[in-house]
């Protein structure tokens, strides 16, 4: 399995611009999150989905954020407009079962910059 | 409410020394407790968990962490570290499986693994 691929990898963007990140879940799996890191705030949960459903986005950090999952196998992170304050590695992971001690498998990341 | 403290931002060690890495945590219930490690420009990888079942806990690359719950601490070590050790490790603390909602992550600040020749 290639595990949890996101693009783009690295991406630089003017504010107001919107931004689409992506990612491709380790197949078979039915969980999926979003983590945003930072220096300042660490690694934060900002939403996550079982079979596709949007279980939890208490941490998206406002509306200019939003993430669909329309199929087991593909979920977008979107901002728009893009703000500097924005600019951080955002995390995609996948687990089997929602239930359980969820051993999360973590994507490379998206590093977003907004100048 | 859960929360884990990663009581070093930093660690650093001599290659072939013992290494230490502390967590201590809070929780209402007995938790999960996991250790992650994220080499520069690269995603976590889990380390090892622990999950109620043996307090010394064994995973990859010869770490181990031992869950004592009476000091609520969850420290990681290794015995001998290496320069492939070298790392931010993030020590991580989930509800336990009856509550329903295990899959809400809460991470440690982290701890940078600086290792020395």
């Known amino acids: 399995d290639a595990g949890v691929i996101q693009s783009p990898r690295h991406e630089v963007t003017e504010m107001g611009q919107e931004v689409t990140l992506r990612c491709k879940p380790i197949?078979?799996?039915?969980?999926l999150f979003w983590y945003r890191q930072t220096m300042m705030r660490g690694l934060e949960l900002l939403i996550y989905?079982?079979?596709?459903?949007?279980?939890?986005d208490s941490g998206m950090p406002e509306d200019r954020f939003s993430a669909k999952m329309p199929n087991a196998s593909f979920s977008t992170l979107k901002i728009q407009p893009s703000e500097p304050r924005d600019s951080a590695v955002y995390f995609c992971?996948?687990?089997?079962?929602?239930?359980?001690?969820?051993?999360?498998?973590f994507g490379a990341g998206s590093r977003l910059t907004v100048l | 409410a859960q929360s884990v403290t990663q009581l070093d931002s930093h660690v650093s060690v001599s290659e072939g020394t013992p290494v230490l890495l502390r967590c201590n945590y809070s929780?209402?219930?007995?938790?999960?407790l996991f250790w992650y490690v994220q080499h520069p420009n690269k995603g976590l990888q889990l380390l090892l968990k622990?999950?109620?079942?043996?307090?010394l806990v064994k995973g990859i690359n010869g770490f181990e962490a031992e869950f004592k719950k009476s000091e609520t601490s969850f420290h990681l070590t290794k015995p001998s570290a290496h320069m492939s050790d070298a790392a931010e490790y993030f020590c991580?603390?989930?509800?336990?499986?009856?509550?329903?909602?295990?899959?809400?992550?809460?991470f440690g600040t982290g701890t940078r693994l600086q290792v020395t020749l």
């Open positions: 989905f079982n079979n596709n459903v949007p279980i939890d």
């Open positions: 197949s078979g799996h039915n969980s």
């Open positions: 992971a996948s687990s089997l079962g929602l239930r359980g001690a969820n051993v999360l498998t």
């Open positions: 929780s209402s219930y007995s938790p999960s």
């Open positions: 622990y999950t109620s079942a043996a307090t």
């Open positions: 991580v603390v989930s509800d336990p499986v009856w509550t329903g909602t295990a899959s809400k992550l809460t």
